[in-house]
C-alpha cells in the first residue's frame, strides 16, 4: 500500500511531516510552480500528471492504494483530476481541506464568485488595491486601471501584468502587524482575497477590519464530490482504518513525470 500527497499549502507539509513520522510509505507531488518549494521529509516528485489520464496511470504504476489532496482550495482543476483519477483506478481519495473564513463582526466584506467579479467590485474611483490572490488571477485587474495595486507574490515574475503595479515578494505565514504595517505603508484603501481558509494568510483580513478597509472576496471554486476531512489528524485516523501499514517508502526527488 502506498499513498500520493498532492501539495503545495500549508496543511500538506504537515501531512507529510505526520506521515513520516508514522513511517507511511508516501509520495509528495508539487505542480512545481514555485522556484524553491519547500523541502519535505518523504520523497518528493514534481510536475503535472498529464490530466486525469495520466494521473490514473501514476496511480497504477507506482501502486497507489491512497491519495490525500491536501492542494489548495483554489487549485481547481486538480482536484477535479484526482476524483476522476481515482475512479478510474480504483484507488480510495480524501480531500484535507481547511475550513472557508466567515466574516466575523467589523468585516465589510464584497463576496464575488471569481477574479473578473473581484475587479467589477473595486469602484470606479481611484483606489490603493492590496490584491494578494498570488499571479494567476491578475488578468482581470489590468482593465481597472485608474487603480494602483500592490501585489504580494512567492516568486518575483519577469514583468508585472498589470500597470501601476508594485510587488512585494514574500511566503507566508504573515502577522496581523505585520500586514497592518504594510498596509499602512502603501496607503491601502481596497483588500482583494481569495476565501482560502487556515491560519497562515487570514491576517490580511484581521488588519483589514483593523483599519476599516472594504475587503472583496473571492469565494472558492467548485470541485466534484469527494470525502473531505479538515484536519492532519482526521486523515491521520482515516488512514489507520483503512489498514494502510507503517513503513517506509524510498528516498529522493522525481522531478517532471
Ligand atoms: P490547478 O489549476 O488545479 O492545476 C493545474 C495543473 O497543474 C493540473 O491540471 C496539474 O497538471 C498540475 N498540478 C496542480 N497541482 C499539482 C500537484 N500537487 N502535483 C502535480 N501536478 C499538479 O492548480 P493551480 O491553481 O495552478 O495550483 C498549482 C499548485 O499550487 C497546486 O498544487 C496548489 O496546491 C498550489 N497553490 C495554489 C494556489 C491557488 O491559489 N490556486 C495557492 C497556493 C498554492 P496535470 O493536469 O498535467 O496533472
Redesign the pocket.
Known sequence: MRILL????TEASRMARALADARRPAIF???G?TEAPAAQPIPVRI?????PE??AAYLRDHAISHVIDA??P??????A?AVAACRAAGTALVALERPAWAPVPGDDWTRVPDADAAAAALPETPAAVFLAI?R?SLQPFAARDQHRYLLRLVDLPEALPIPNAEAVIARGPFTTEDDLALMRAHGITHVVA?N?GGSGARAKLDAARALRLPVVMIDRPAIPARPVLGTVEEVTRWLAHAGVPAGSGPAGTERGE
Open positions: 498532492l501539495g503545495g499549502t507531488s508539487y505542480a510552480r510536475g503535472g500528471f498529464g490530466g495520466g494521473m492542494t489548495h483554489f487549485a481547481a482543476r486538480i482536484s483530476n498570488g494567476q481569495k482560502a
